[in-house]
């Protein structure tokens, strides 16, 4: 019997090892662009062994940083980059090893709203020129996320995606937003450095859906028309998965082009919008531990009028 004891006991342990495992956000992946200098870009993930020490080393330079798994979560700041690449960053710990390739540092800006962001290059007014233009632009890189909606907040960075992180090329530009990738391609040839595009919208949405609780607790509820299938509009389903899970990532910034779902509800608006820009101010901050600015700039697009009336105070 005690053999059998001592033969159950490591398979177990044979088990347990074979399930240990090193992960990160799954938002991070080869290609991507990661904050630059002065800020410190921060990588995350999780693993199984709790206390082990995580390490992350940027290839071709000597400094080594780590973090410490704690509830199954580990975080790092990396040396603060100049250079702008690429690069190969290992990360390590007993769990095992991961390696992101063709890493590039320059600004990373978060993308959000409803249709107007979502809005695809594809649909511009000469969207063949426009995307063979853009295939010049090998250092603008973006990733978008997947429609996907939830209850509670997702807190392990397992997101899906819809495209992985890339540099541009037909197949995938023609379905990224327009506004979002045009703003970098304009912006790039001034700044001269990479930029990266976080892609986070969904069409049809209304700002509670993309607010914090504190957001949503420091102004008047709207009703809205909860369509479950087509565009989420009751609180924090999409804070909870398209938000939340990015807080760490350190940011240069975000663009927000939203409002029609809300704009029967002028007066509710303007509290609601200051106040998702101040929380999503402070949680980027704390979560990529003070490397996003908490004054980080905010642009956003006042809807433009399209019916031809002179009312005043309504929906233009």
Known sequence: MASVIYLTFGVCLLLTTAQAALRLASYYGD?????????????????????????????????TVTGTVHNGQ??????????????????????GHLSIRDVLFGDVWLCSGQSNMEFEMKKVINSSAEIQDALRFNTIRYWEGAYQKGDAPITDGNIQQLIAWTAPNAATLSEFSAVCFLFAEYLQPHVNYPIGLVGS??????????????????????????????????????????????????ITGALWYQGETNADHALEYSCQTKAMVREWRAQFNKASLGQTSANFPFGYVQLAAYNDNSDVGGFP
């Not at 790092?76 to 007993?94: Q, R, Y």
């Not at 607790?217 to 909870?240: E, F, G, K, M, R």
């Open 74 to 95: 580990w975080k790092l700041k990396l040396p603060a980059m100049t250079d702008h690449g690429p690069f190969k960053i290992d990360v390590t710990s007993s769990d």
């Open 201 to 250: 919208y969904w069409g049809g949405t209304a700002i509670e859906s993309w607010s914090p609780p504190e957001a949503v607790q420091s102004c008047p509820a709207t009703p809205h028309n909860n369509i479950p299938d087509c565009c989420p509009q009751v609180p924090l389903v999409l804070w909870n998965t398209k938000i939340y899970p990015l807080l760490p990532m350190t």
């Open 31 to 63: 290609h991507m662009v990661l904050q630059r200098g002065p800020q410190q870009a921060v990588l995350w993930g999780t693993a199984d062994t709790e206390g082990d020490t995580v390490s992350a080393r940027i290839a071709g330079h000597s400094a």
